[in-house]
């Protein structure tokens, strides 16, 4: 057993050797540019790596300096258009957000508050809930001890007034759309007159007295667009966001009338 166990361990220590002796050799006979060609790609990637850095760092300054050479009047008002309509949706988006409501809840609670304490319990369920659903409610309940119609009328009024609120200044936003492409063609069409006004003083036509007018021309065309197509997106959700709360709150009009008529079926009983 000892003598086939010393076997297998010497047999296994040959293995590994010529293992390691065919290791070597191949390493030894690998011409040398095999070897030169491997570093060289080493080489070469290390050098693209370097230079995506570089281009990744050097985008802000790229977008800068490109910005700068657009001319500061018409990229100035360009890039306000953009500061500008960017609050403007922000905001309207912030307000948007908080005034969702959860609208088969409150109906819901409104509901329950009409049957178990009444018209006041109902408008204490909406004062204390946030949003133009809950404001519509109120009023709707407010008149509800005068008549249907009369309730029916202060919703159908006050809705008028939320969806004006809800609709504040959301046409700046389409107004900063519209003028940043239109800023951005007039620079286009300034550059190429400063093109020919070139051409007319040197009186030849030479790409070089051409080439800063049509560049200056395409850069406010690009960047005029680049801001209206930023704005429209952000206009796009508001407006969405807009009809979606308008629905809710036609839906809720039609629920709180009927919780009302049967409120005063109820009453009569």
């Known amino acids: 057993m000892k003598r086939l166990f010393s076997i297998l361990v010497i047999a296994a220590i040959m293995v ?7 290791a070597a050799n191949n390493v030894k006979t690998l011409p040398s540019t095999s070897i030169v060609n491997f570093v060289q790609q080493d080489e070469d990637a290390a050098a693209a790596d370097e230079v995506g850095d570089e281009e990744s ?26 500061i500008l309509g960017l609050a403007i949706a922000i905001e309207r988006i912030i307000y948007l957000n908080l005034a969702t409501t959860n609208t088969k809840k409150l ?27 809950a404001s519509i409610y109120y009023q709707g309940l407010d008149r509800a001890d005068e008549s249907i119609e009369a309730a029916e009328k202060a919703v159908v009024a006050y809705g008028g007034v939320q969806m004006g609120q809800l ?24 550059g190429m007159i400063q093109a020919f006004d070139r051409i007319e003083a040197a009186g030849d036509m030479q790409p070089s007295l051409v080439a800063g007018g049509i560049k200056v021309a395409l850069l406010t065309t690009v960047f005029g667009l680049i801001v209206a197509i930023i704005l429209q997106i952000f206009y796009n959700y508001i407006i969405a966001k807009i009809d ?7 839906d809720a009009s039609i629920l709180l009338i009927d919780m009302l008529v049967d409120y005063k079926n109820r009453k009569r009983v």
């Open 16 to 22: 590994l050797g010529a293992g390691n002796l065919n």
């Open 167 to 190: 609709e504040k200044n959301v046409s700046w936003v389409s107004l900063f759309i519209a003028l940043a492409p239109m800023l951005g063609f007039m620079g286009t069409v300034i």
């Open 244 to 250: 979606s709360i308008v629905n809710d709150m036609e």
């Open 107 to 133: 109906a819901q609670d409104v509901e329950d508050a009409l049957k178990s304490g009444g018209v006041e319990a109902a408008k204490e369920v909406c004062r204390n809930t946030r949003g133009p659903v």
């Open 57 to 82: 760092a050097g985008f802000h300054q790229e977008l800068k300096r490109r910005f700068i050479e657009g001319g500061p009047g018409f990229m100035g008002i360009v890039l306000l258009c953009l």
